[in-house]
């Protein structure tokens, strides 16, 4: 960090971070272990995602974070305030939009607003100013005096981080934004998201199982696994420690697998060649660069490519390196460590 | 916000609820209703039985089913935290400066003040029926007031469980098992002295039989106003234990998150 242009970024690794973890472990009365030591910091006025399949221990995280839930052991700071000290100084400087909606279905938008905006003090003509404003702003107008159960699932949603918004928090936090929204609602709360985080000083921290998600919002992300924080880092930094790109090549001819194997293997720049069938996947570093000496000693050795295709390397490659385990068998096996005993506690 | 305004907030909350759901406001309003006409056709002649001593049953029978209602009221009152729960809502709220105490006050409030409604009305349609209440407008005030205190000291409890067991199934399971022996262990329907000692000896730690006497004591010919206020004391009491548990119980469920 010691040639650092961007002046922004420098004032940001001057200020204090608006969350600190720091070795928080959460065991629950079932004996589930969710957390087991997590740390973490995020830079304020930053986006920070926290990526992990379900159960990793995302939200019990943020239910701590936003003092909803005690640590059984560890600190956190957030927005410069103490979390177990002053919980309640804390709630007053967050936002929360939690995964299960917290919008009342019996009241409508406007009334759902209202409440929250008087729970954090506001009164008078800026108290409707600001909801007037939210509702504009998620395009809530004209639903603004249905009750809220009418709503759709993308509006609900919005009404959601409109609620988080409203008494202009230091810090909001989003668990699984989008999870269950359809493509269409999920393109438009993206929108929405990368607007907000680009137009205010605001922090905002989210937590998401779509790699898609944490890798176009998120200014930096910290990978969750099994209640520990496995990578942190920049999406772009978390890819670069994948050494270089997967190429792709197509053989004409099954049977010439083994061969071409053989010949990559030979060059420079190039490991873990692999075959299935008639494809072949090597890592490669910077693979776009090397595509016509793959194809020149392929040819030489009489080897016909069909077709060759260059991938950069995803989140899934990452979490697949630090976690042990791709990110879809994750999400199908991980189940457990976020569910809190057996008496049908949040989930 | 000061806990004041953030409970008047949470009890405007539920009532704008109410009033939005038409129906469901008719079914709670002519539930009462049905009970009254029901109970009082049912039992009319039980007033034949040697030392019943009131003239009419329905005289009789008017606060045992204000205080019924206030009651079952004060039961389903978990189911509604039950549902936020599970939507997400009570999460949200208690991420937020709203504090629990003020949490459980709107609530308790909201059910208070349903109640009182209900029990005007129900005590107007009884002395339509025919119901004689000597005690008058204190009497009945004395009868309101013990409905609405055994509704949002049995609604805090019924909050406490769902806190607890927090499974709608298993909140009306543990409730229906209590609330139906206590309006029978009592002299709601029937006076003391026809009932067998054993029950007699129970009926004295029933809340809900302390307040059907607090209301039959104050709308007496002869109101015994000491004796109302005993009763009225001891459903404070309970309401005040009940609040404790409760807030004890928004702890736990923290502490279990």
């Known amino acids: 960090m010691t040639n650092v242009t961007n002046p922004a970024a420098e004032q940001a690794a001057h200020r204090p971070p608006a969350i600190r973890a720091e070795g928080l472990e959460k065991r629950y009365p079932g004996g589930v272990q969710a957390l087991r030591g997590v740390s973490f910091s995020v830079p304020a006025g930053t986006v920070f995602g926290l990526l992990g399949p379900n159960g990793a221990g995302k939200s019990t995280l943020v239910r701590i974070l936003t003092t909803l839930s005690l640590p059984d052991r560890g600190s956190g700071v957030v927005a410069g305030l103490d979390l177990l000290r002053e919980p309640a100084a804390v709630r007053r400087a967050i936002g929360v939009v939690a995964q299960r909606s917290g919008t009342d279905g019996n009241a409508t938008g406007r009334e759902n607003l209202l409440l929250h905006a008087r729970l954090y003090g506001l009164r008078g003509a800026a108290l409707t100013r600001r909801v007037e404003d939210l509702l504009q702003r998620f395009g809530l107008i004209a639903a603004g005096d249905r009750p809220a159960r009418t709503y759709s699932g993308g509006m609900r949603r919005k009404l959601d981080v409109a609620m988080g918004l409203v008494h202009r928090p230091q810090v909001l936090f989003l668990d699984e934004p989008t999870t269950g929204l359809d493509p269409e609602a999920r393109a438009e709360m993206w929108t929405e998201l990368a607007r907000l985080a680009g137009e205010s000083s605001l922090t905002i921290l989210l937590t998401t199982h779509y790699l898609e998600e944490a890798d176009r919002l998120a200014q930096r992300l910290a990978i969750v696994d099994a209640g520990r924080v496995v990578a942190e880092g920049t999406p772009e930094e978390l890819k670069r420690g994948e050494h270089g790109d997967t190429v792709s090549v197509e053989l004409a001819d099954p049977a010439a697998a083994a061969a071409a194997v053989a010949v990559l293997t030979r060059l420079p720049g190039i490991h873990q060649v692999a075959a299935e069938g008639r494809s072949l996947r090597a890592r490669v570093s910077d693979g776009a660069g090397r595509v016509p000496a793959i194809l020149a000693s392929l040819s030489d050795a009489g080897i016909q490519a069909a077709a060759v295709t260059v991938a950069r390397p995803t989140l899934d490659d990452v979490y697949l390196r630090y976690a042990g385990r791709s990110f879809a068998q994750a999400e199908r096996t991980g189940a457990g460590a976020d569910a809190p005993g057996a008496q049908g506690g949040p989930s | ?257």
């Open chain 2, 1 to 257: 916000m000061t806990v004041l305004g953030q409970s008047a907030a949470m009890t405007g909350r539920r009532l704008r609820a109410l009033l939005r759901q038409p129906w469901y406001l008719a079914i709670s309003l002519a539930q009462p209703v049905v009970w009254l006409l029901l109970f009082g056709q049912l039992f009319k002649r039980v007033v034949q039985i040697p030392g019943f001593g009131d003239a009419s049953y329905v005289t009789f029978l008017t606060p045992g089913v204000v205080v019924m209602n206030a009651l079952f009221a004060g039961t389903w009152a978990g189911m509604t935290l039950i549902e936020e729960m599970d939507g997400g809502v009570l999460d949200r709220l208690l991420a937020s400066p709203l504090r629990p105490a003020a949490l459980l006050a709107g609530e308790l409030g909201y059910h208070a003040l349903v109640v009182a409604v209900q029990s005007l009305l129900m005590i107007g349609l009884g002395v339509l029926a025919g119901a004689r209440l000597a005690g008058g407008g204190a009497g009945m005030l004395v009868l309101v007031l013990a409905a609405a205190l055994l509704a949002s000291a049995v609604a805090a409890l019924s909050n406490a469980l769902a806190l607890v067991l927090r499974r709608g199934e298993s909140l009306i399971a543990a409730s229906q098992f209590v609330a139906l022996p206590l309006t029978f262990l009592a002299s709601a329907f029937m006076p003391a002295g026809l009932a067998p000692g054993w029950i007699q000896a129970v009926e004295r730690f029933n809340p809900f039989n302390w307040a059907v006497l607090a209301g039959r004591e104050a709308l007496a010919p002869d109101p015994s106003w000491g004796a109302a206020a005993g009763h009225l004391g001891a459903l404070l009491a309970l309401l005040l234990v009940a609040v404790f548990l409760t807030l004890r119980a928004f702890r736990g469920y923290r502490r279990s998150l």
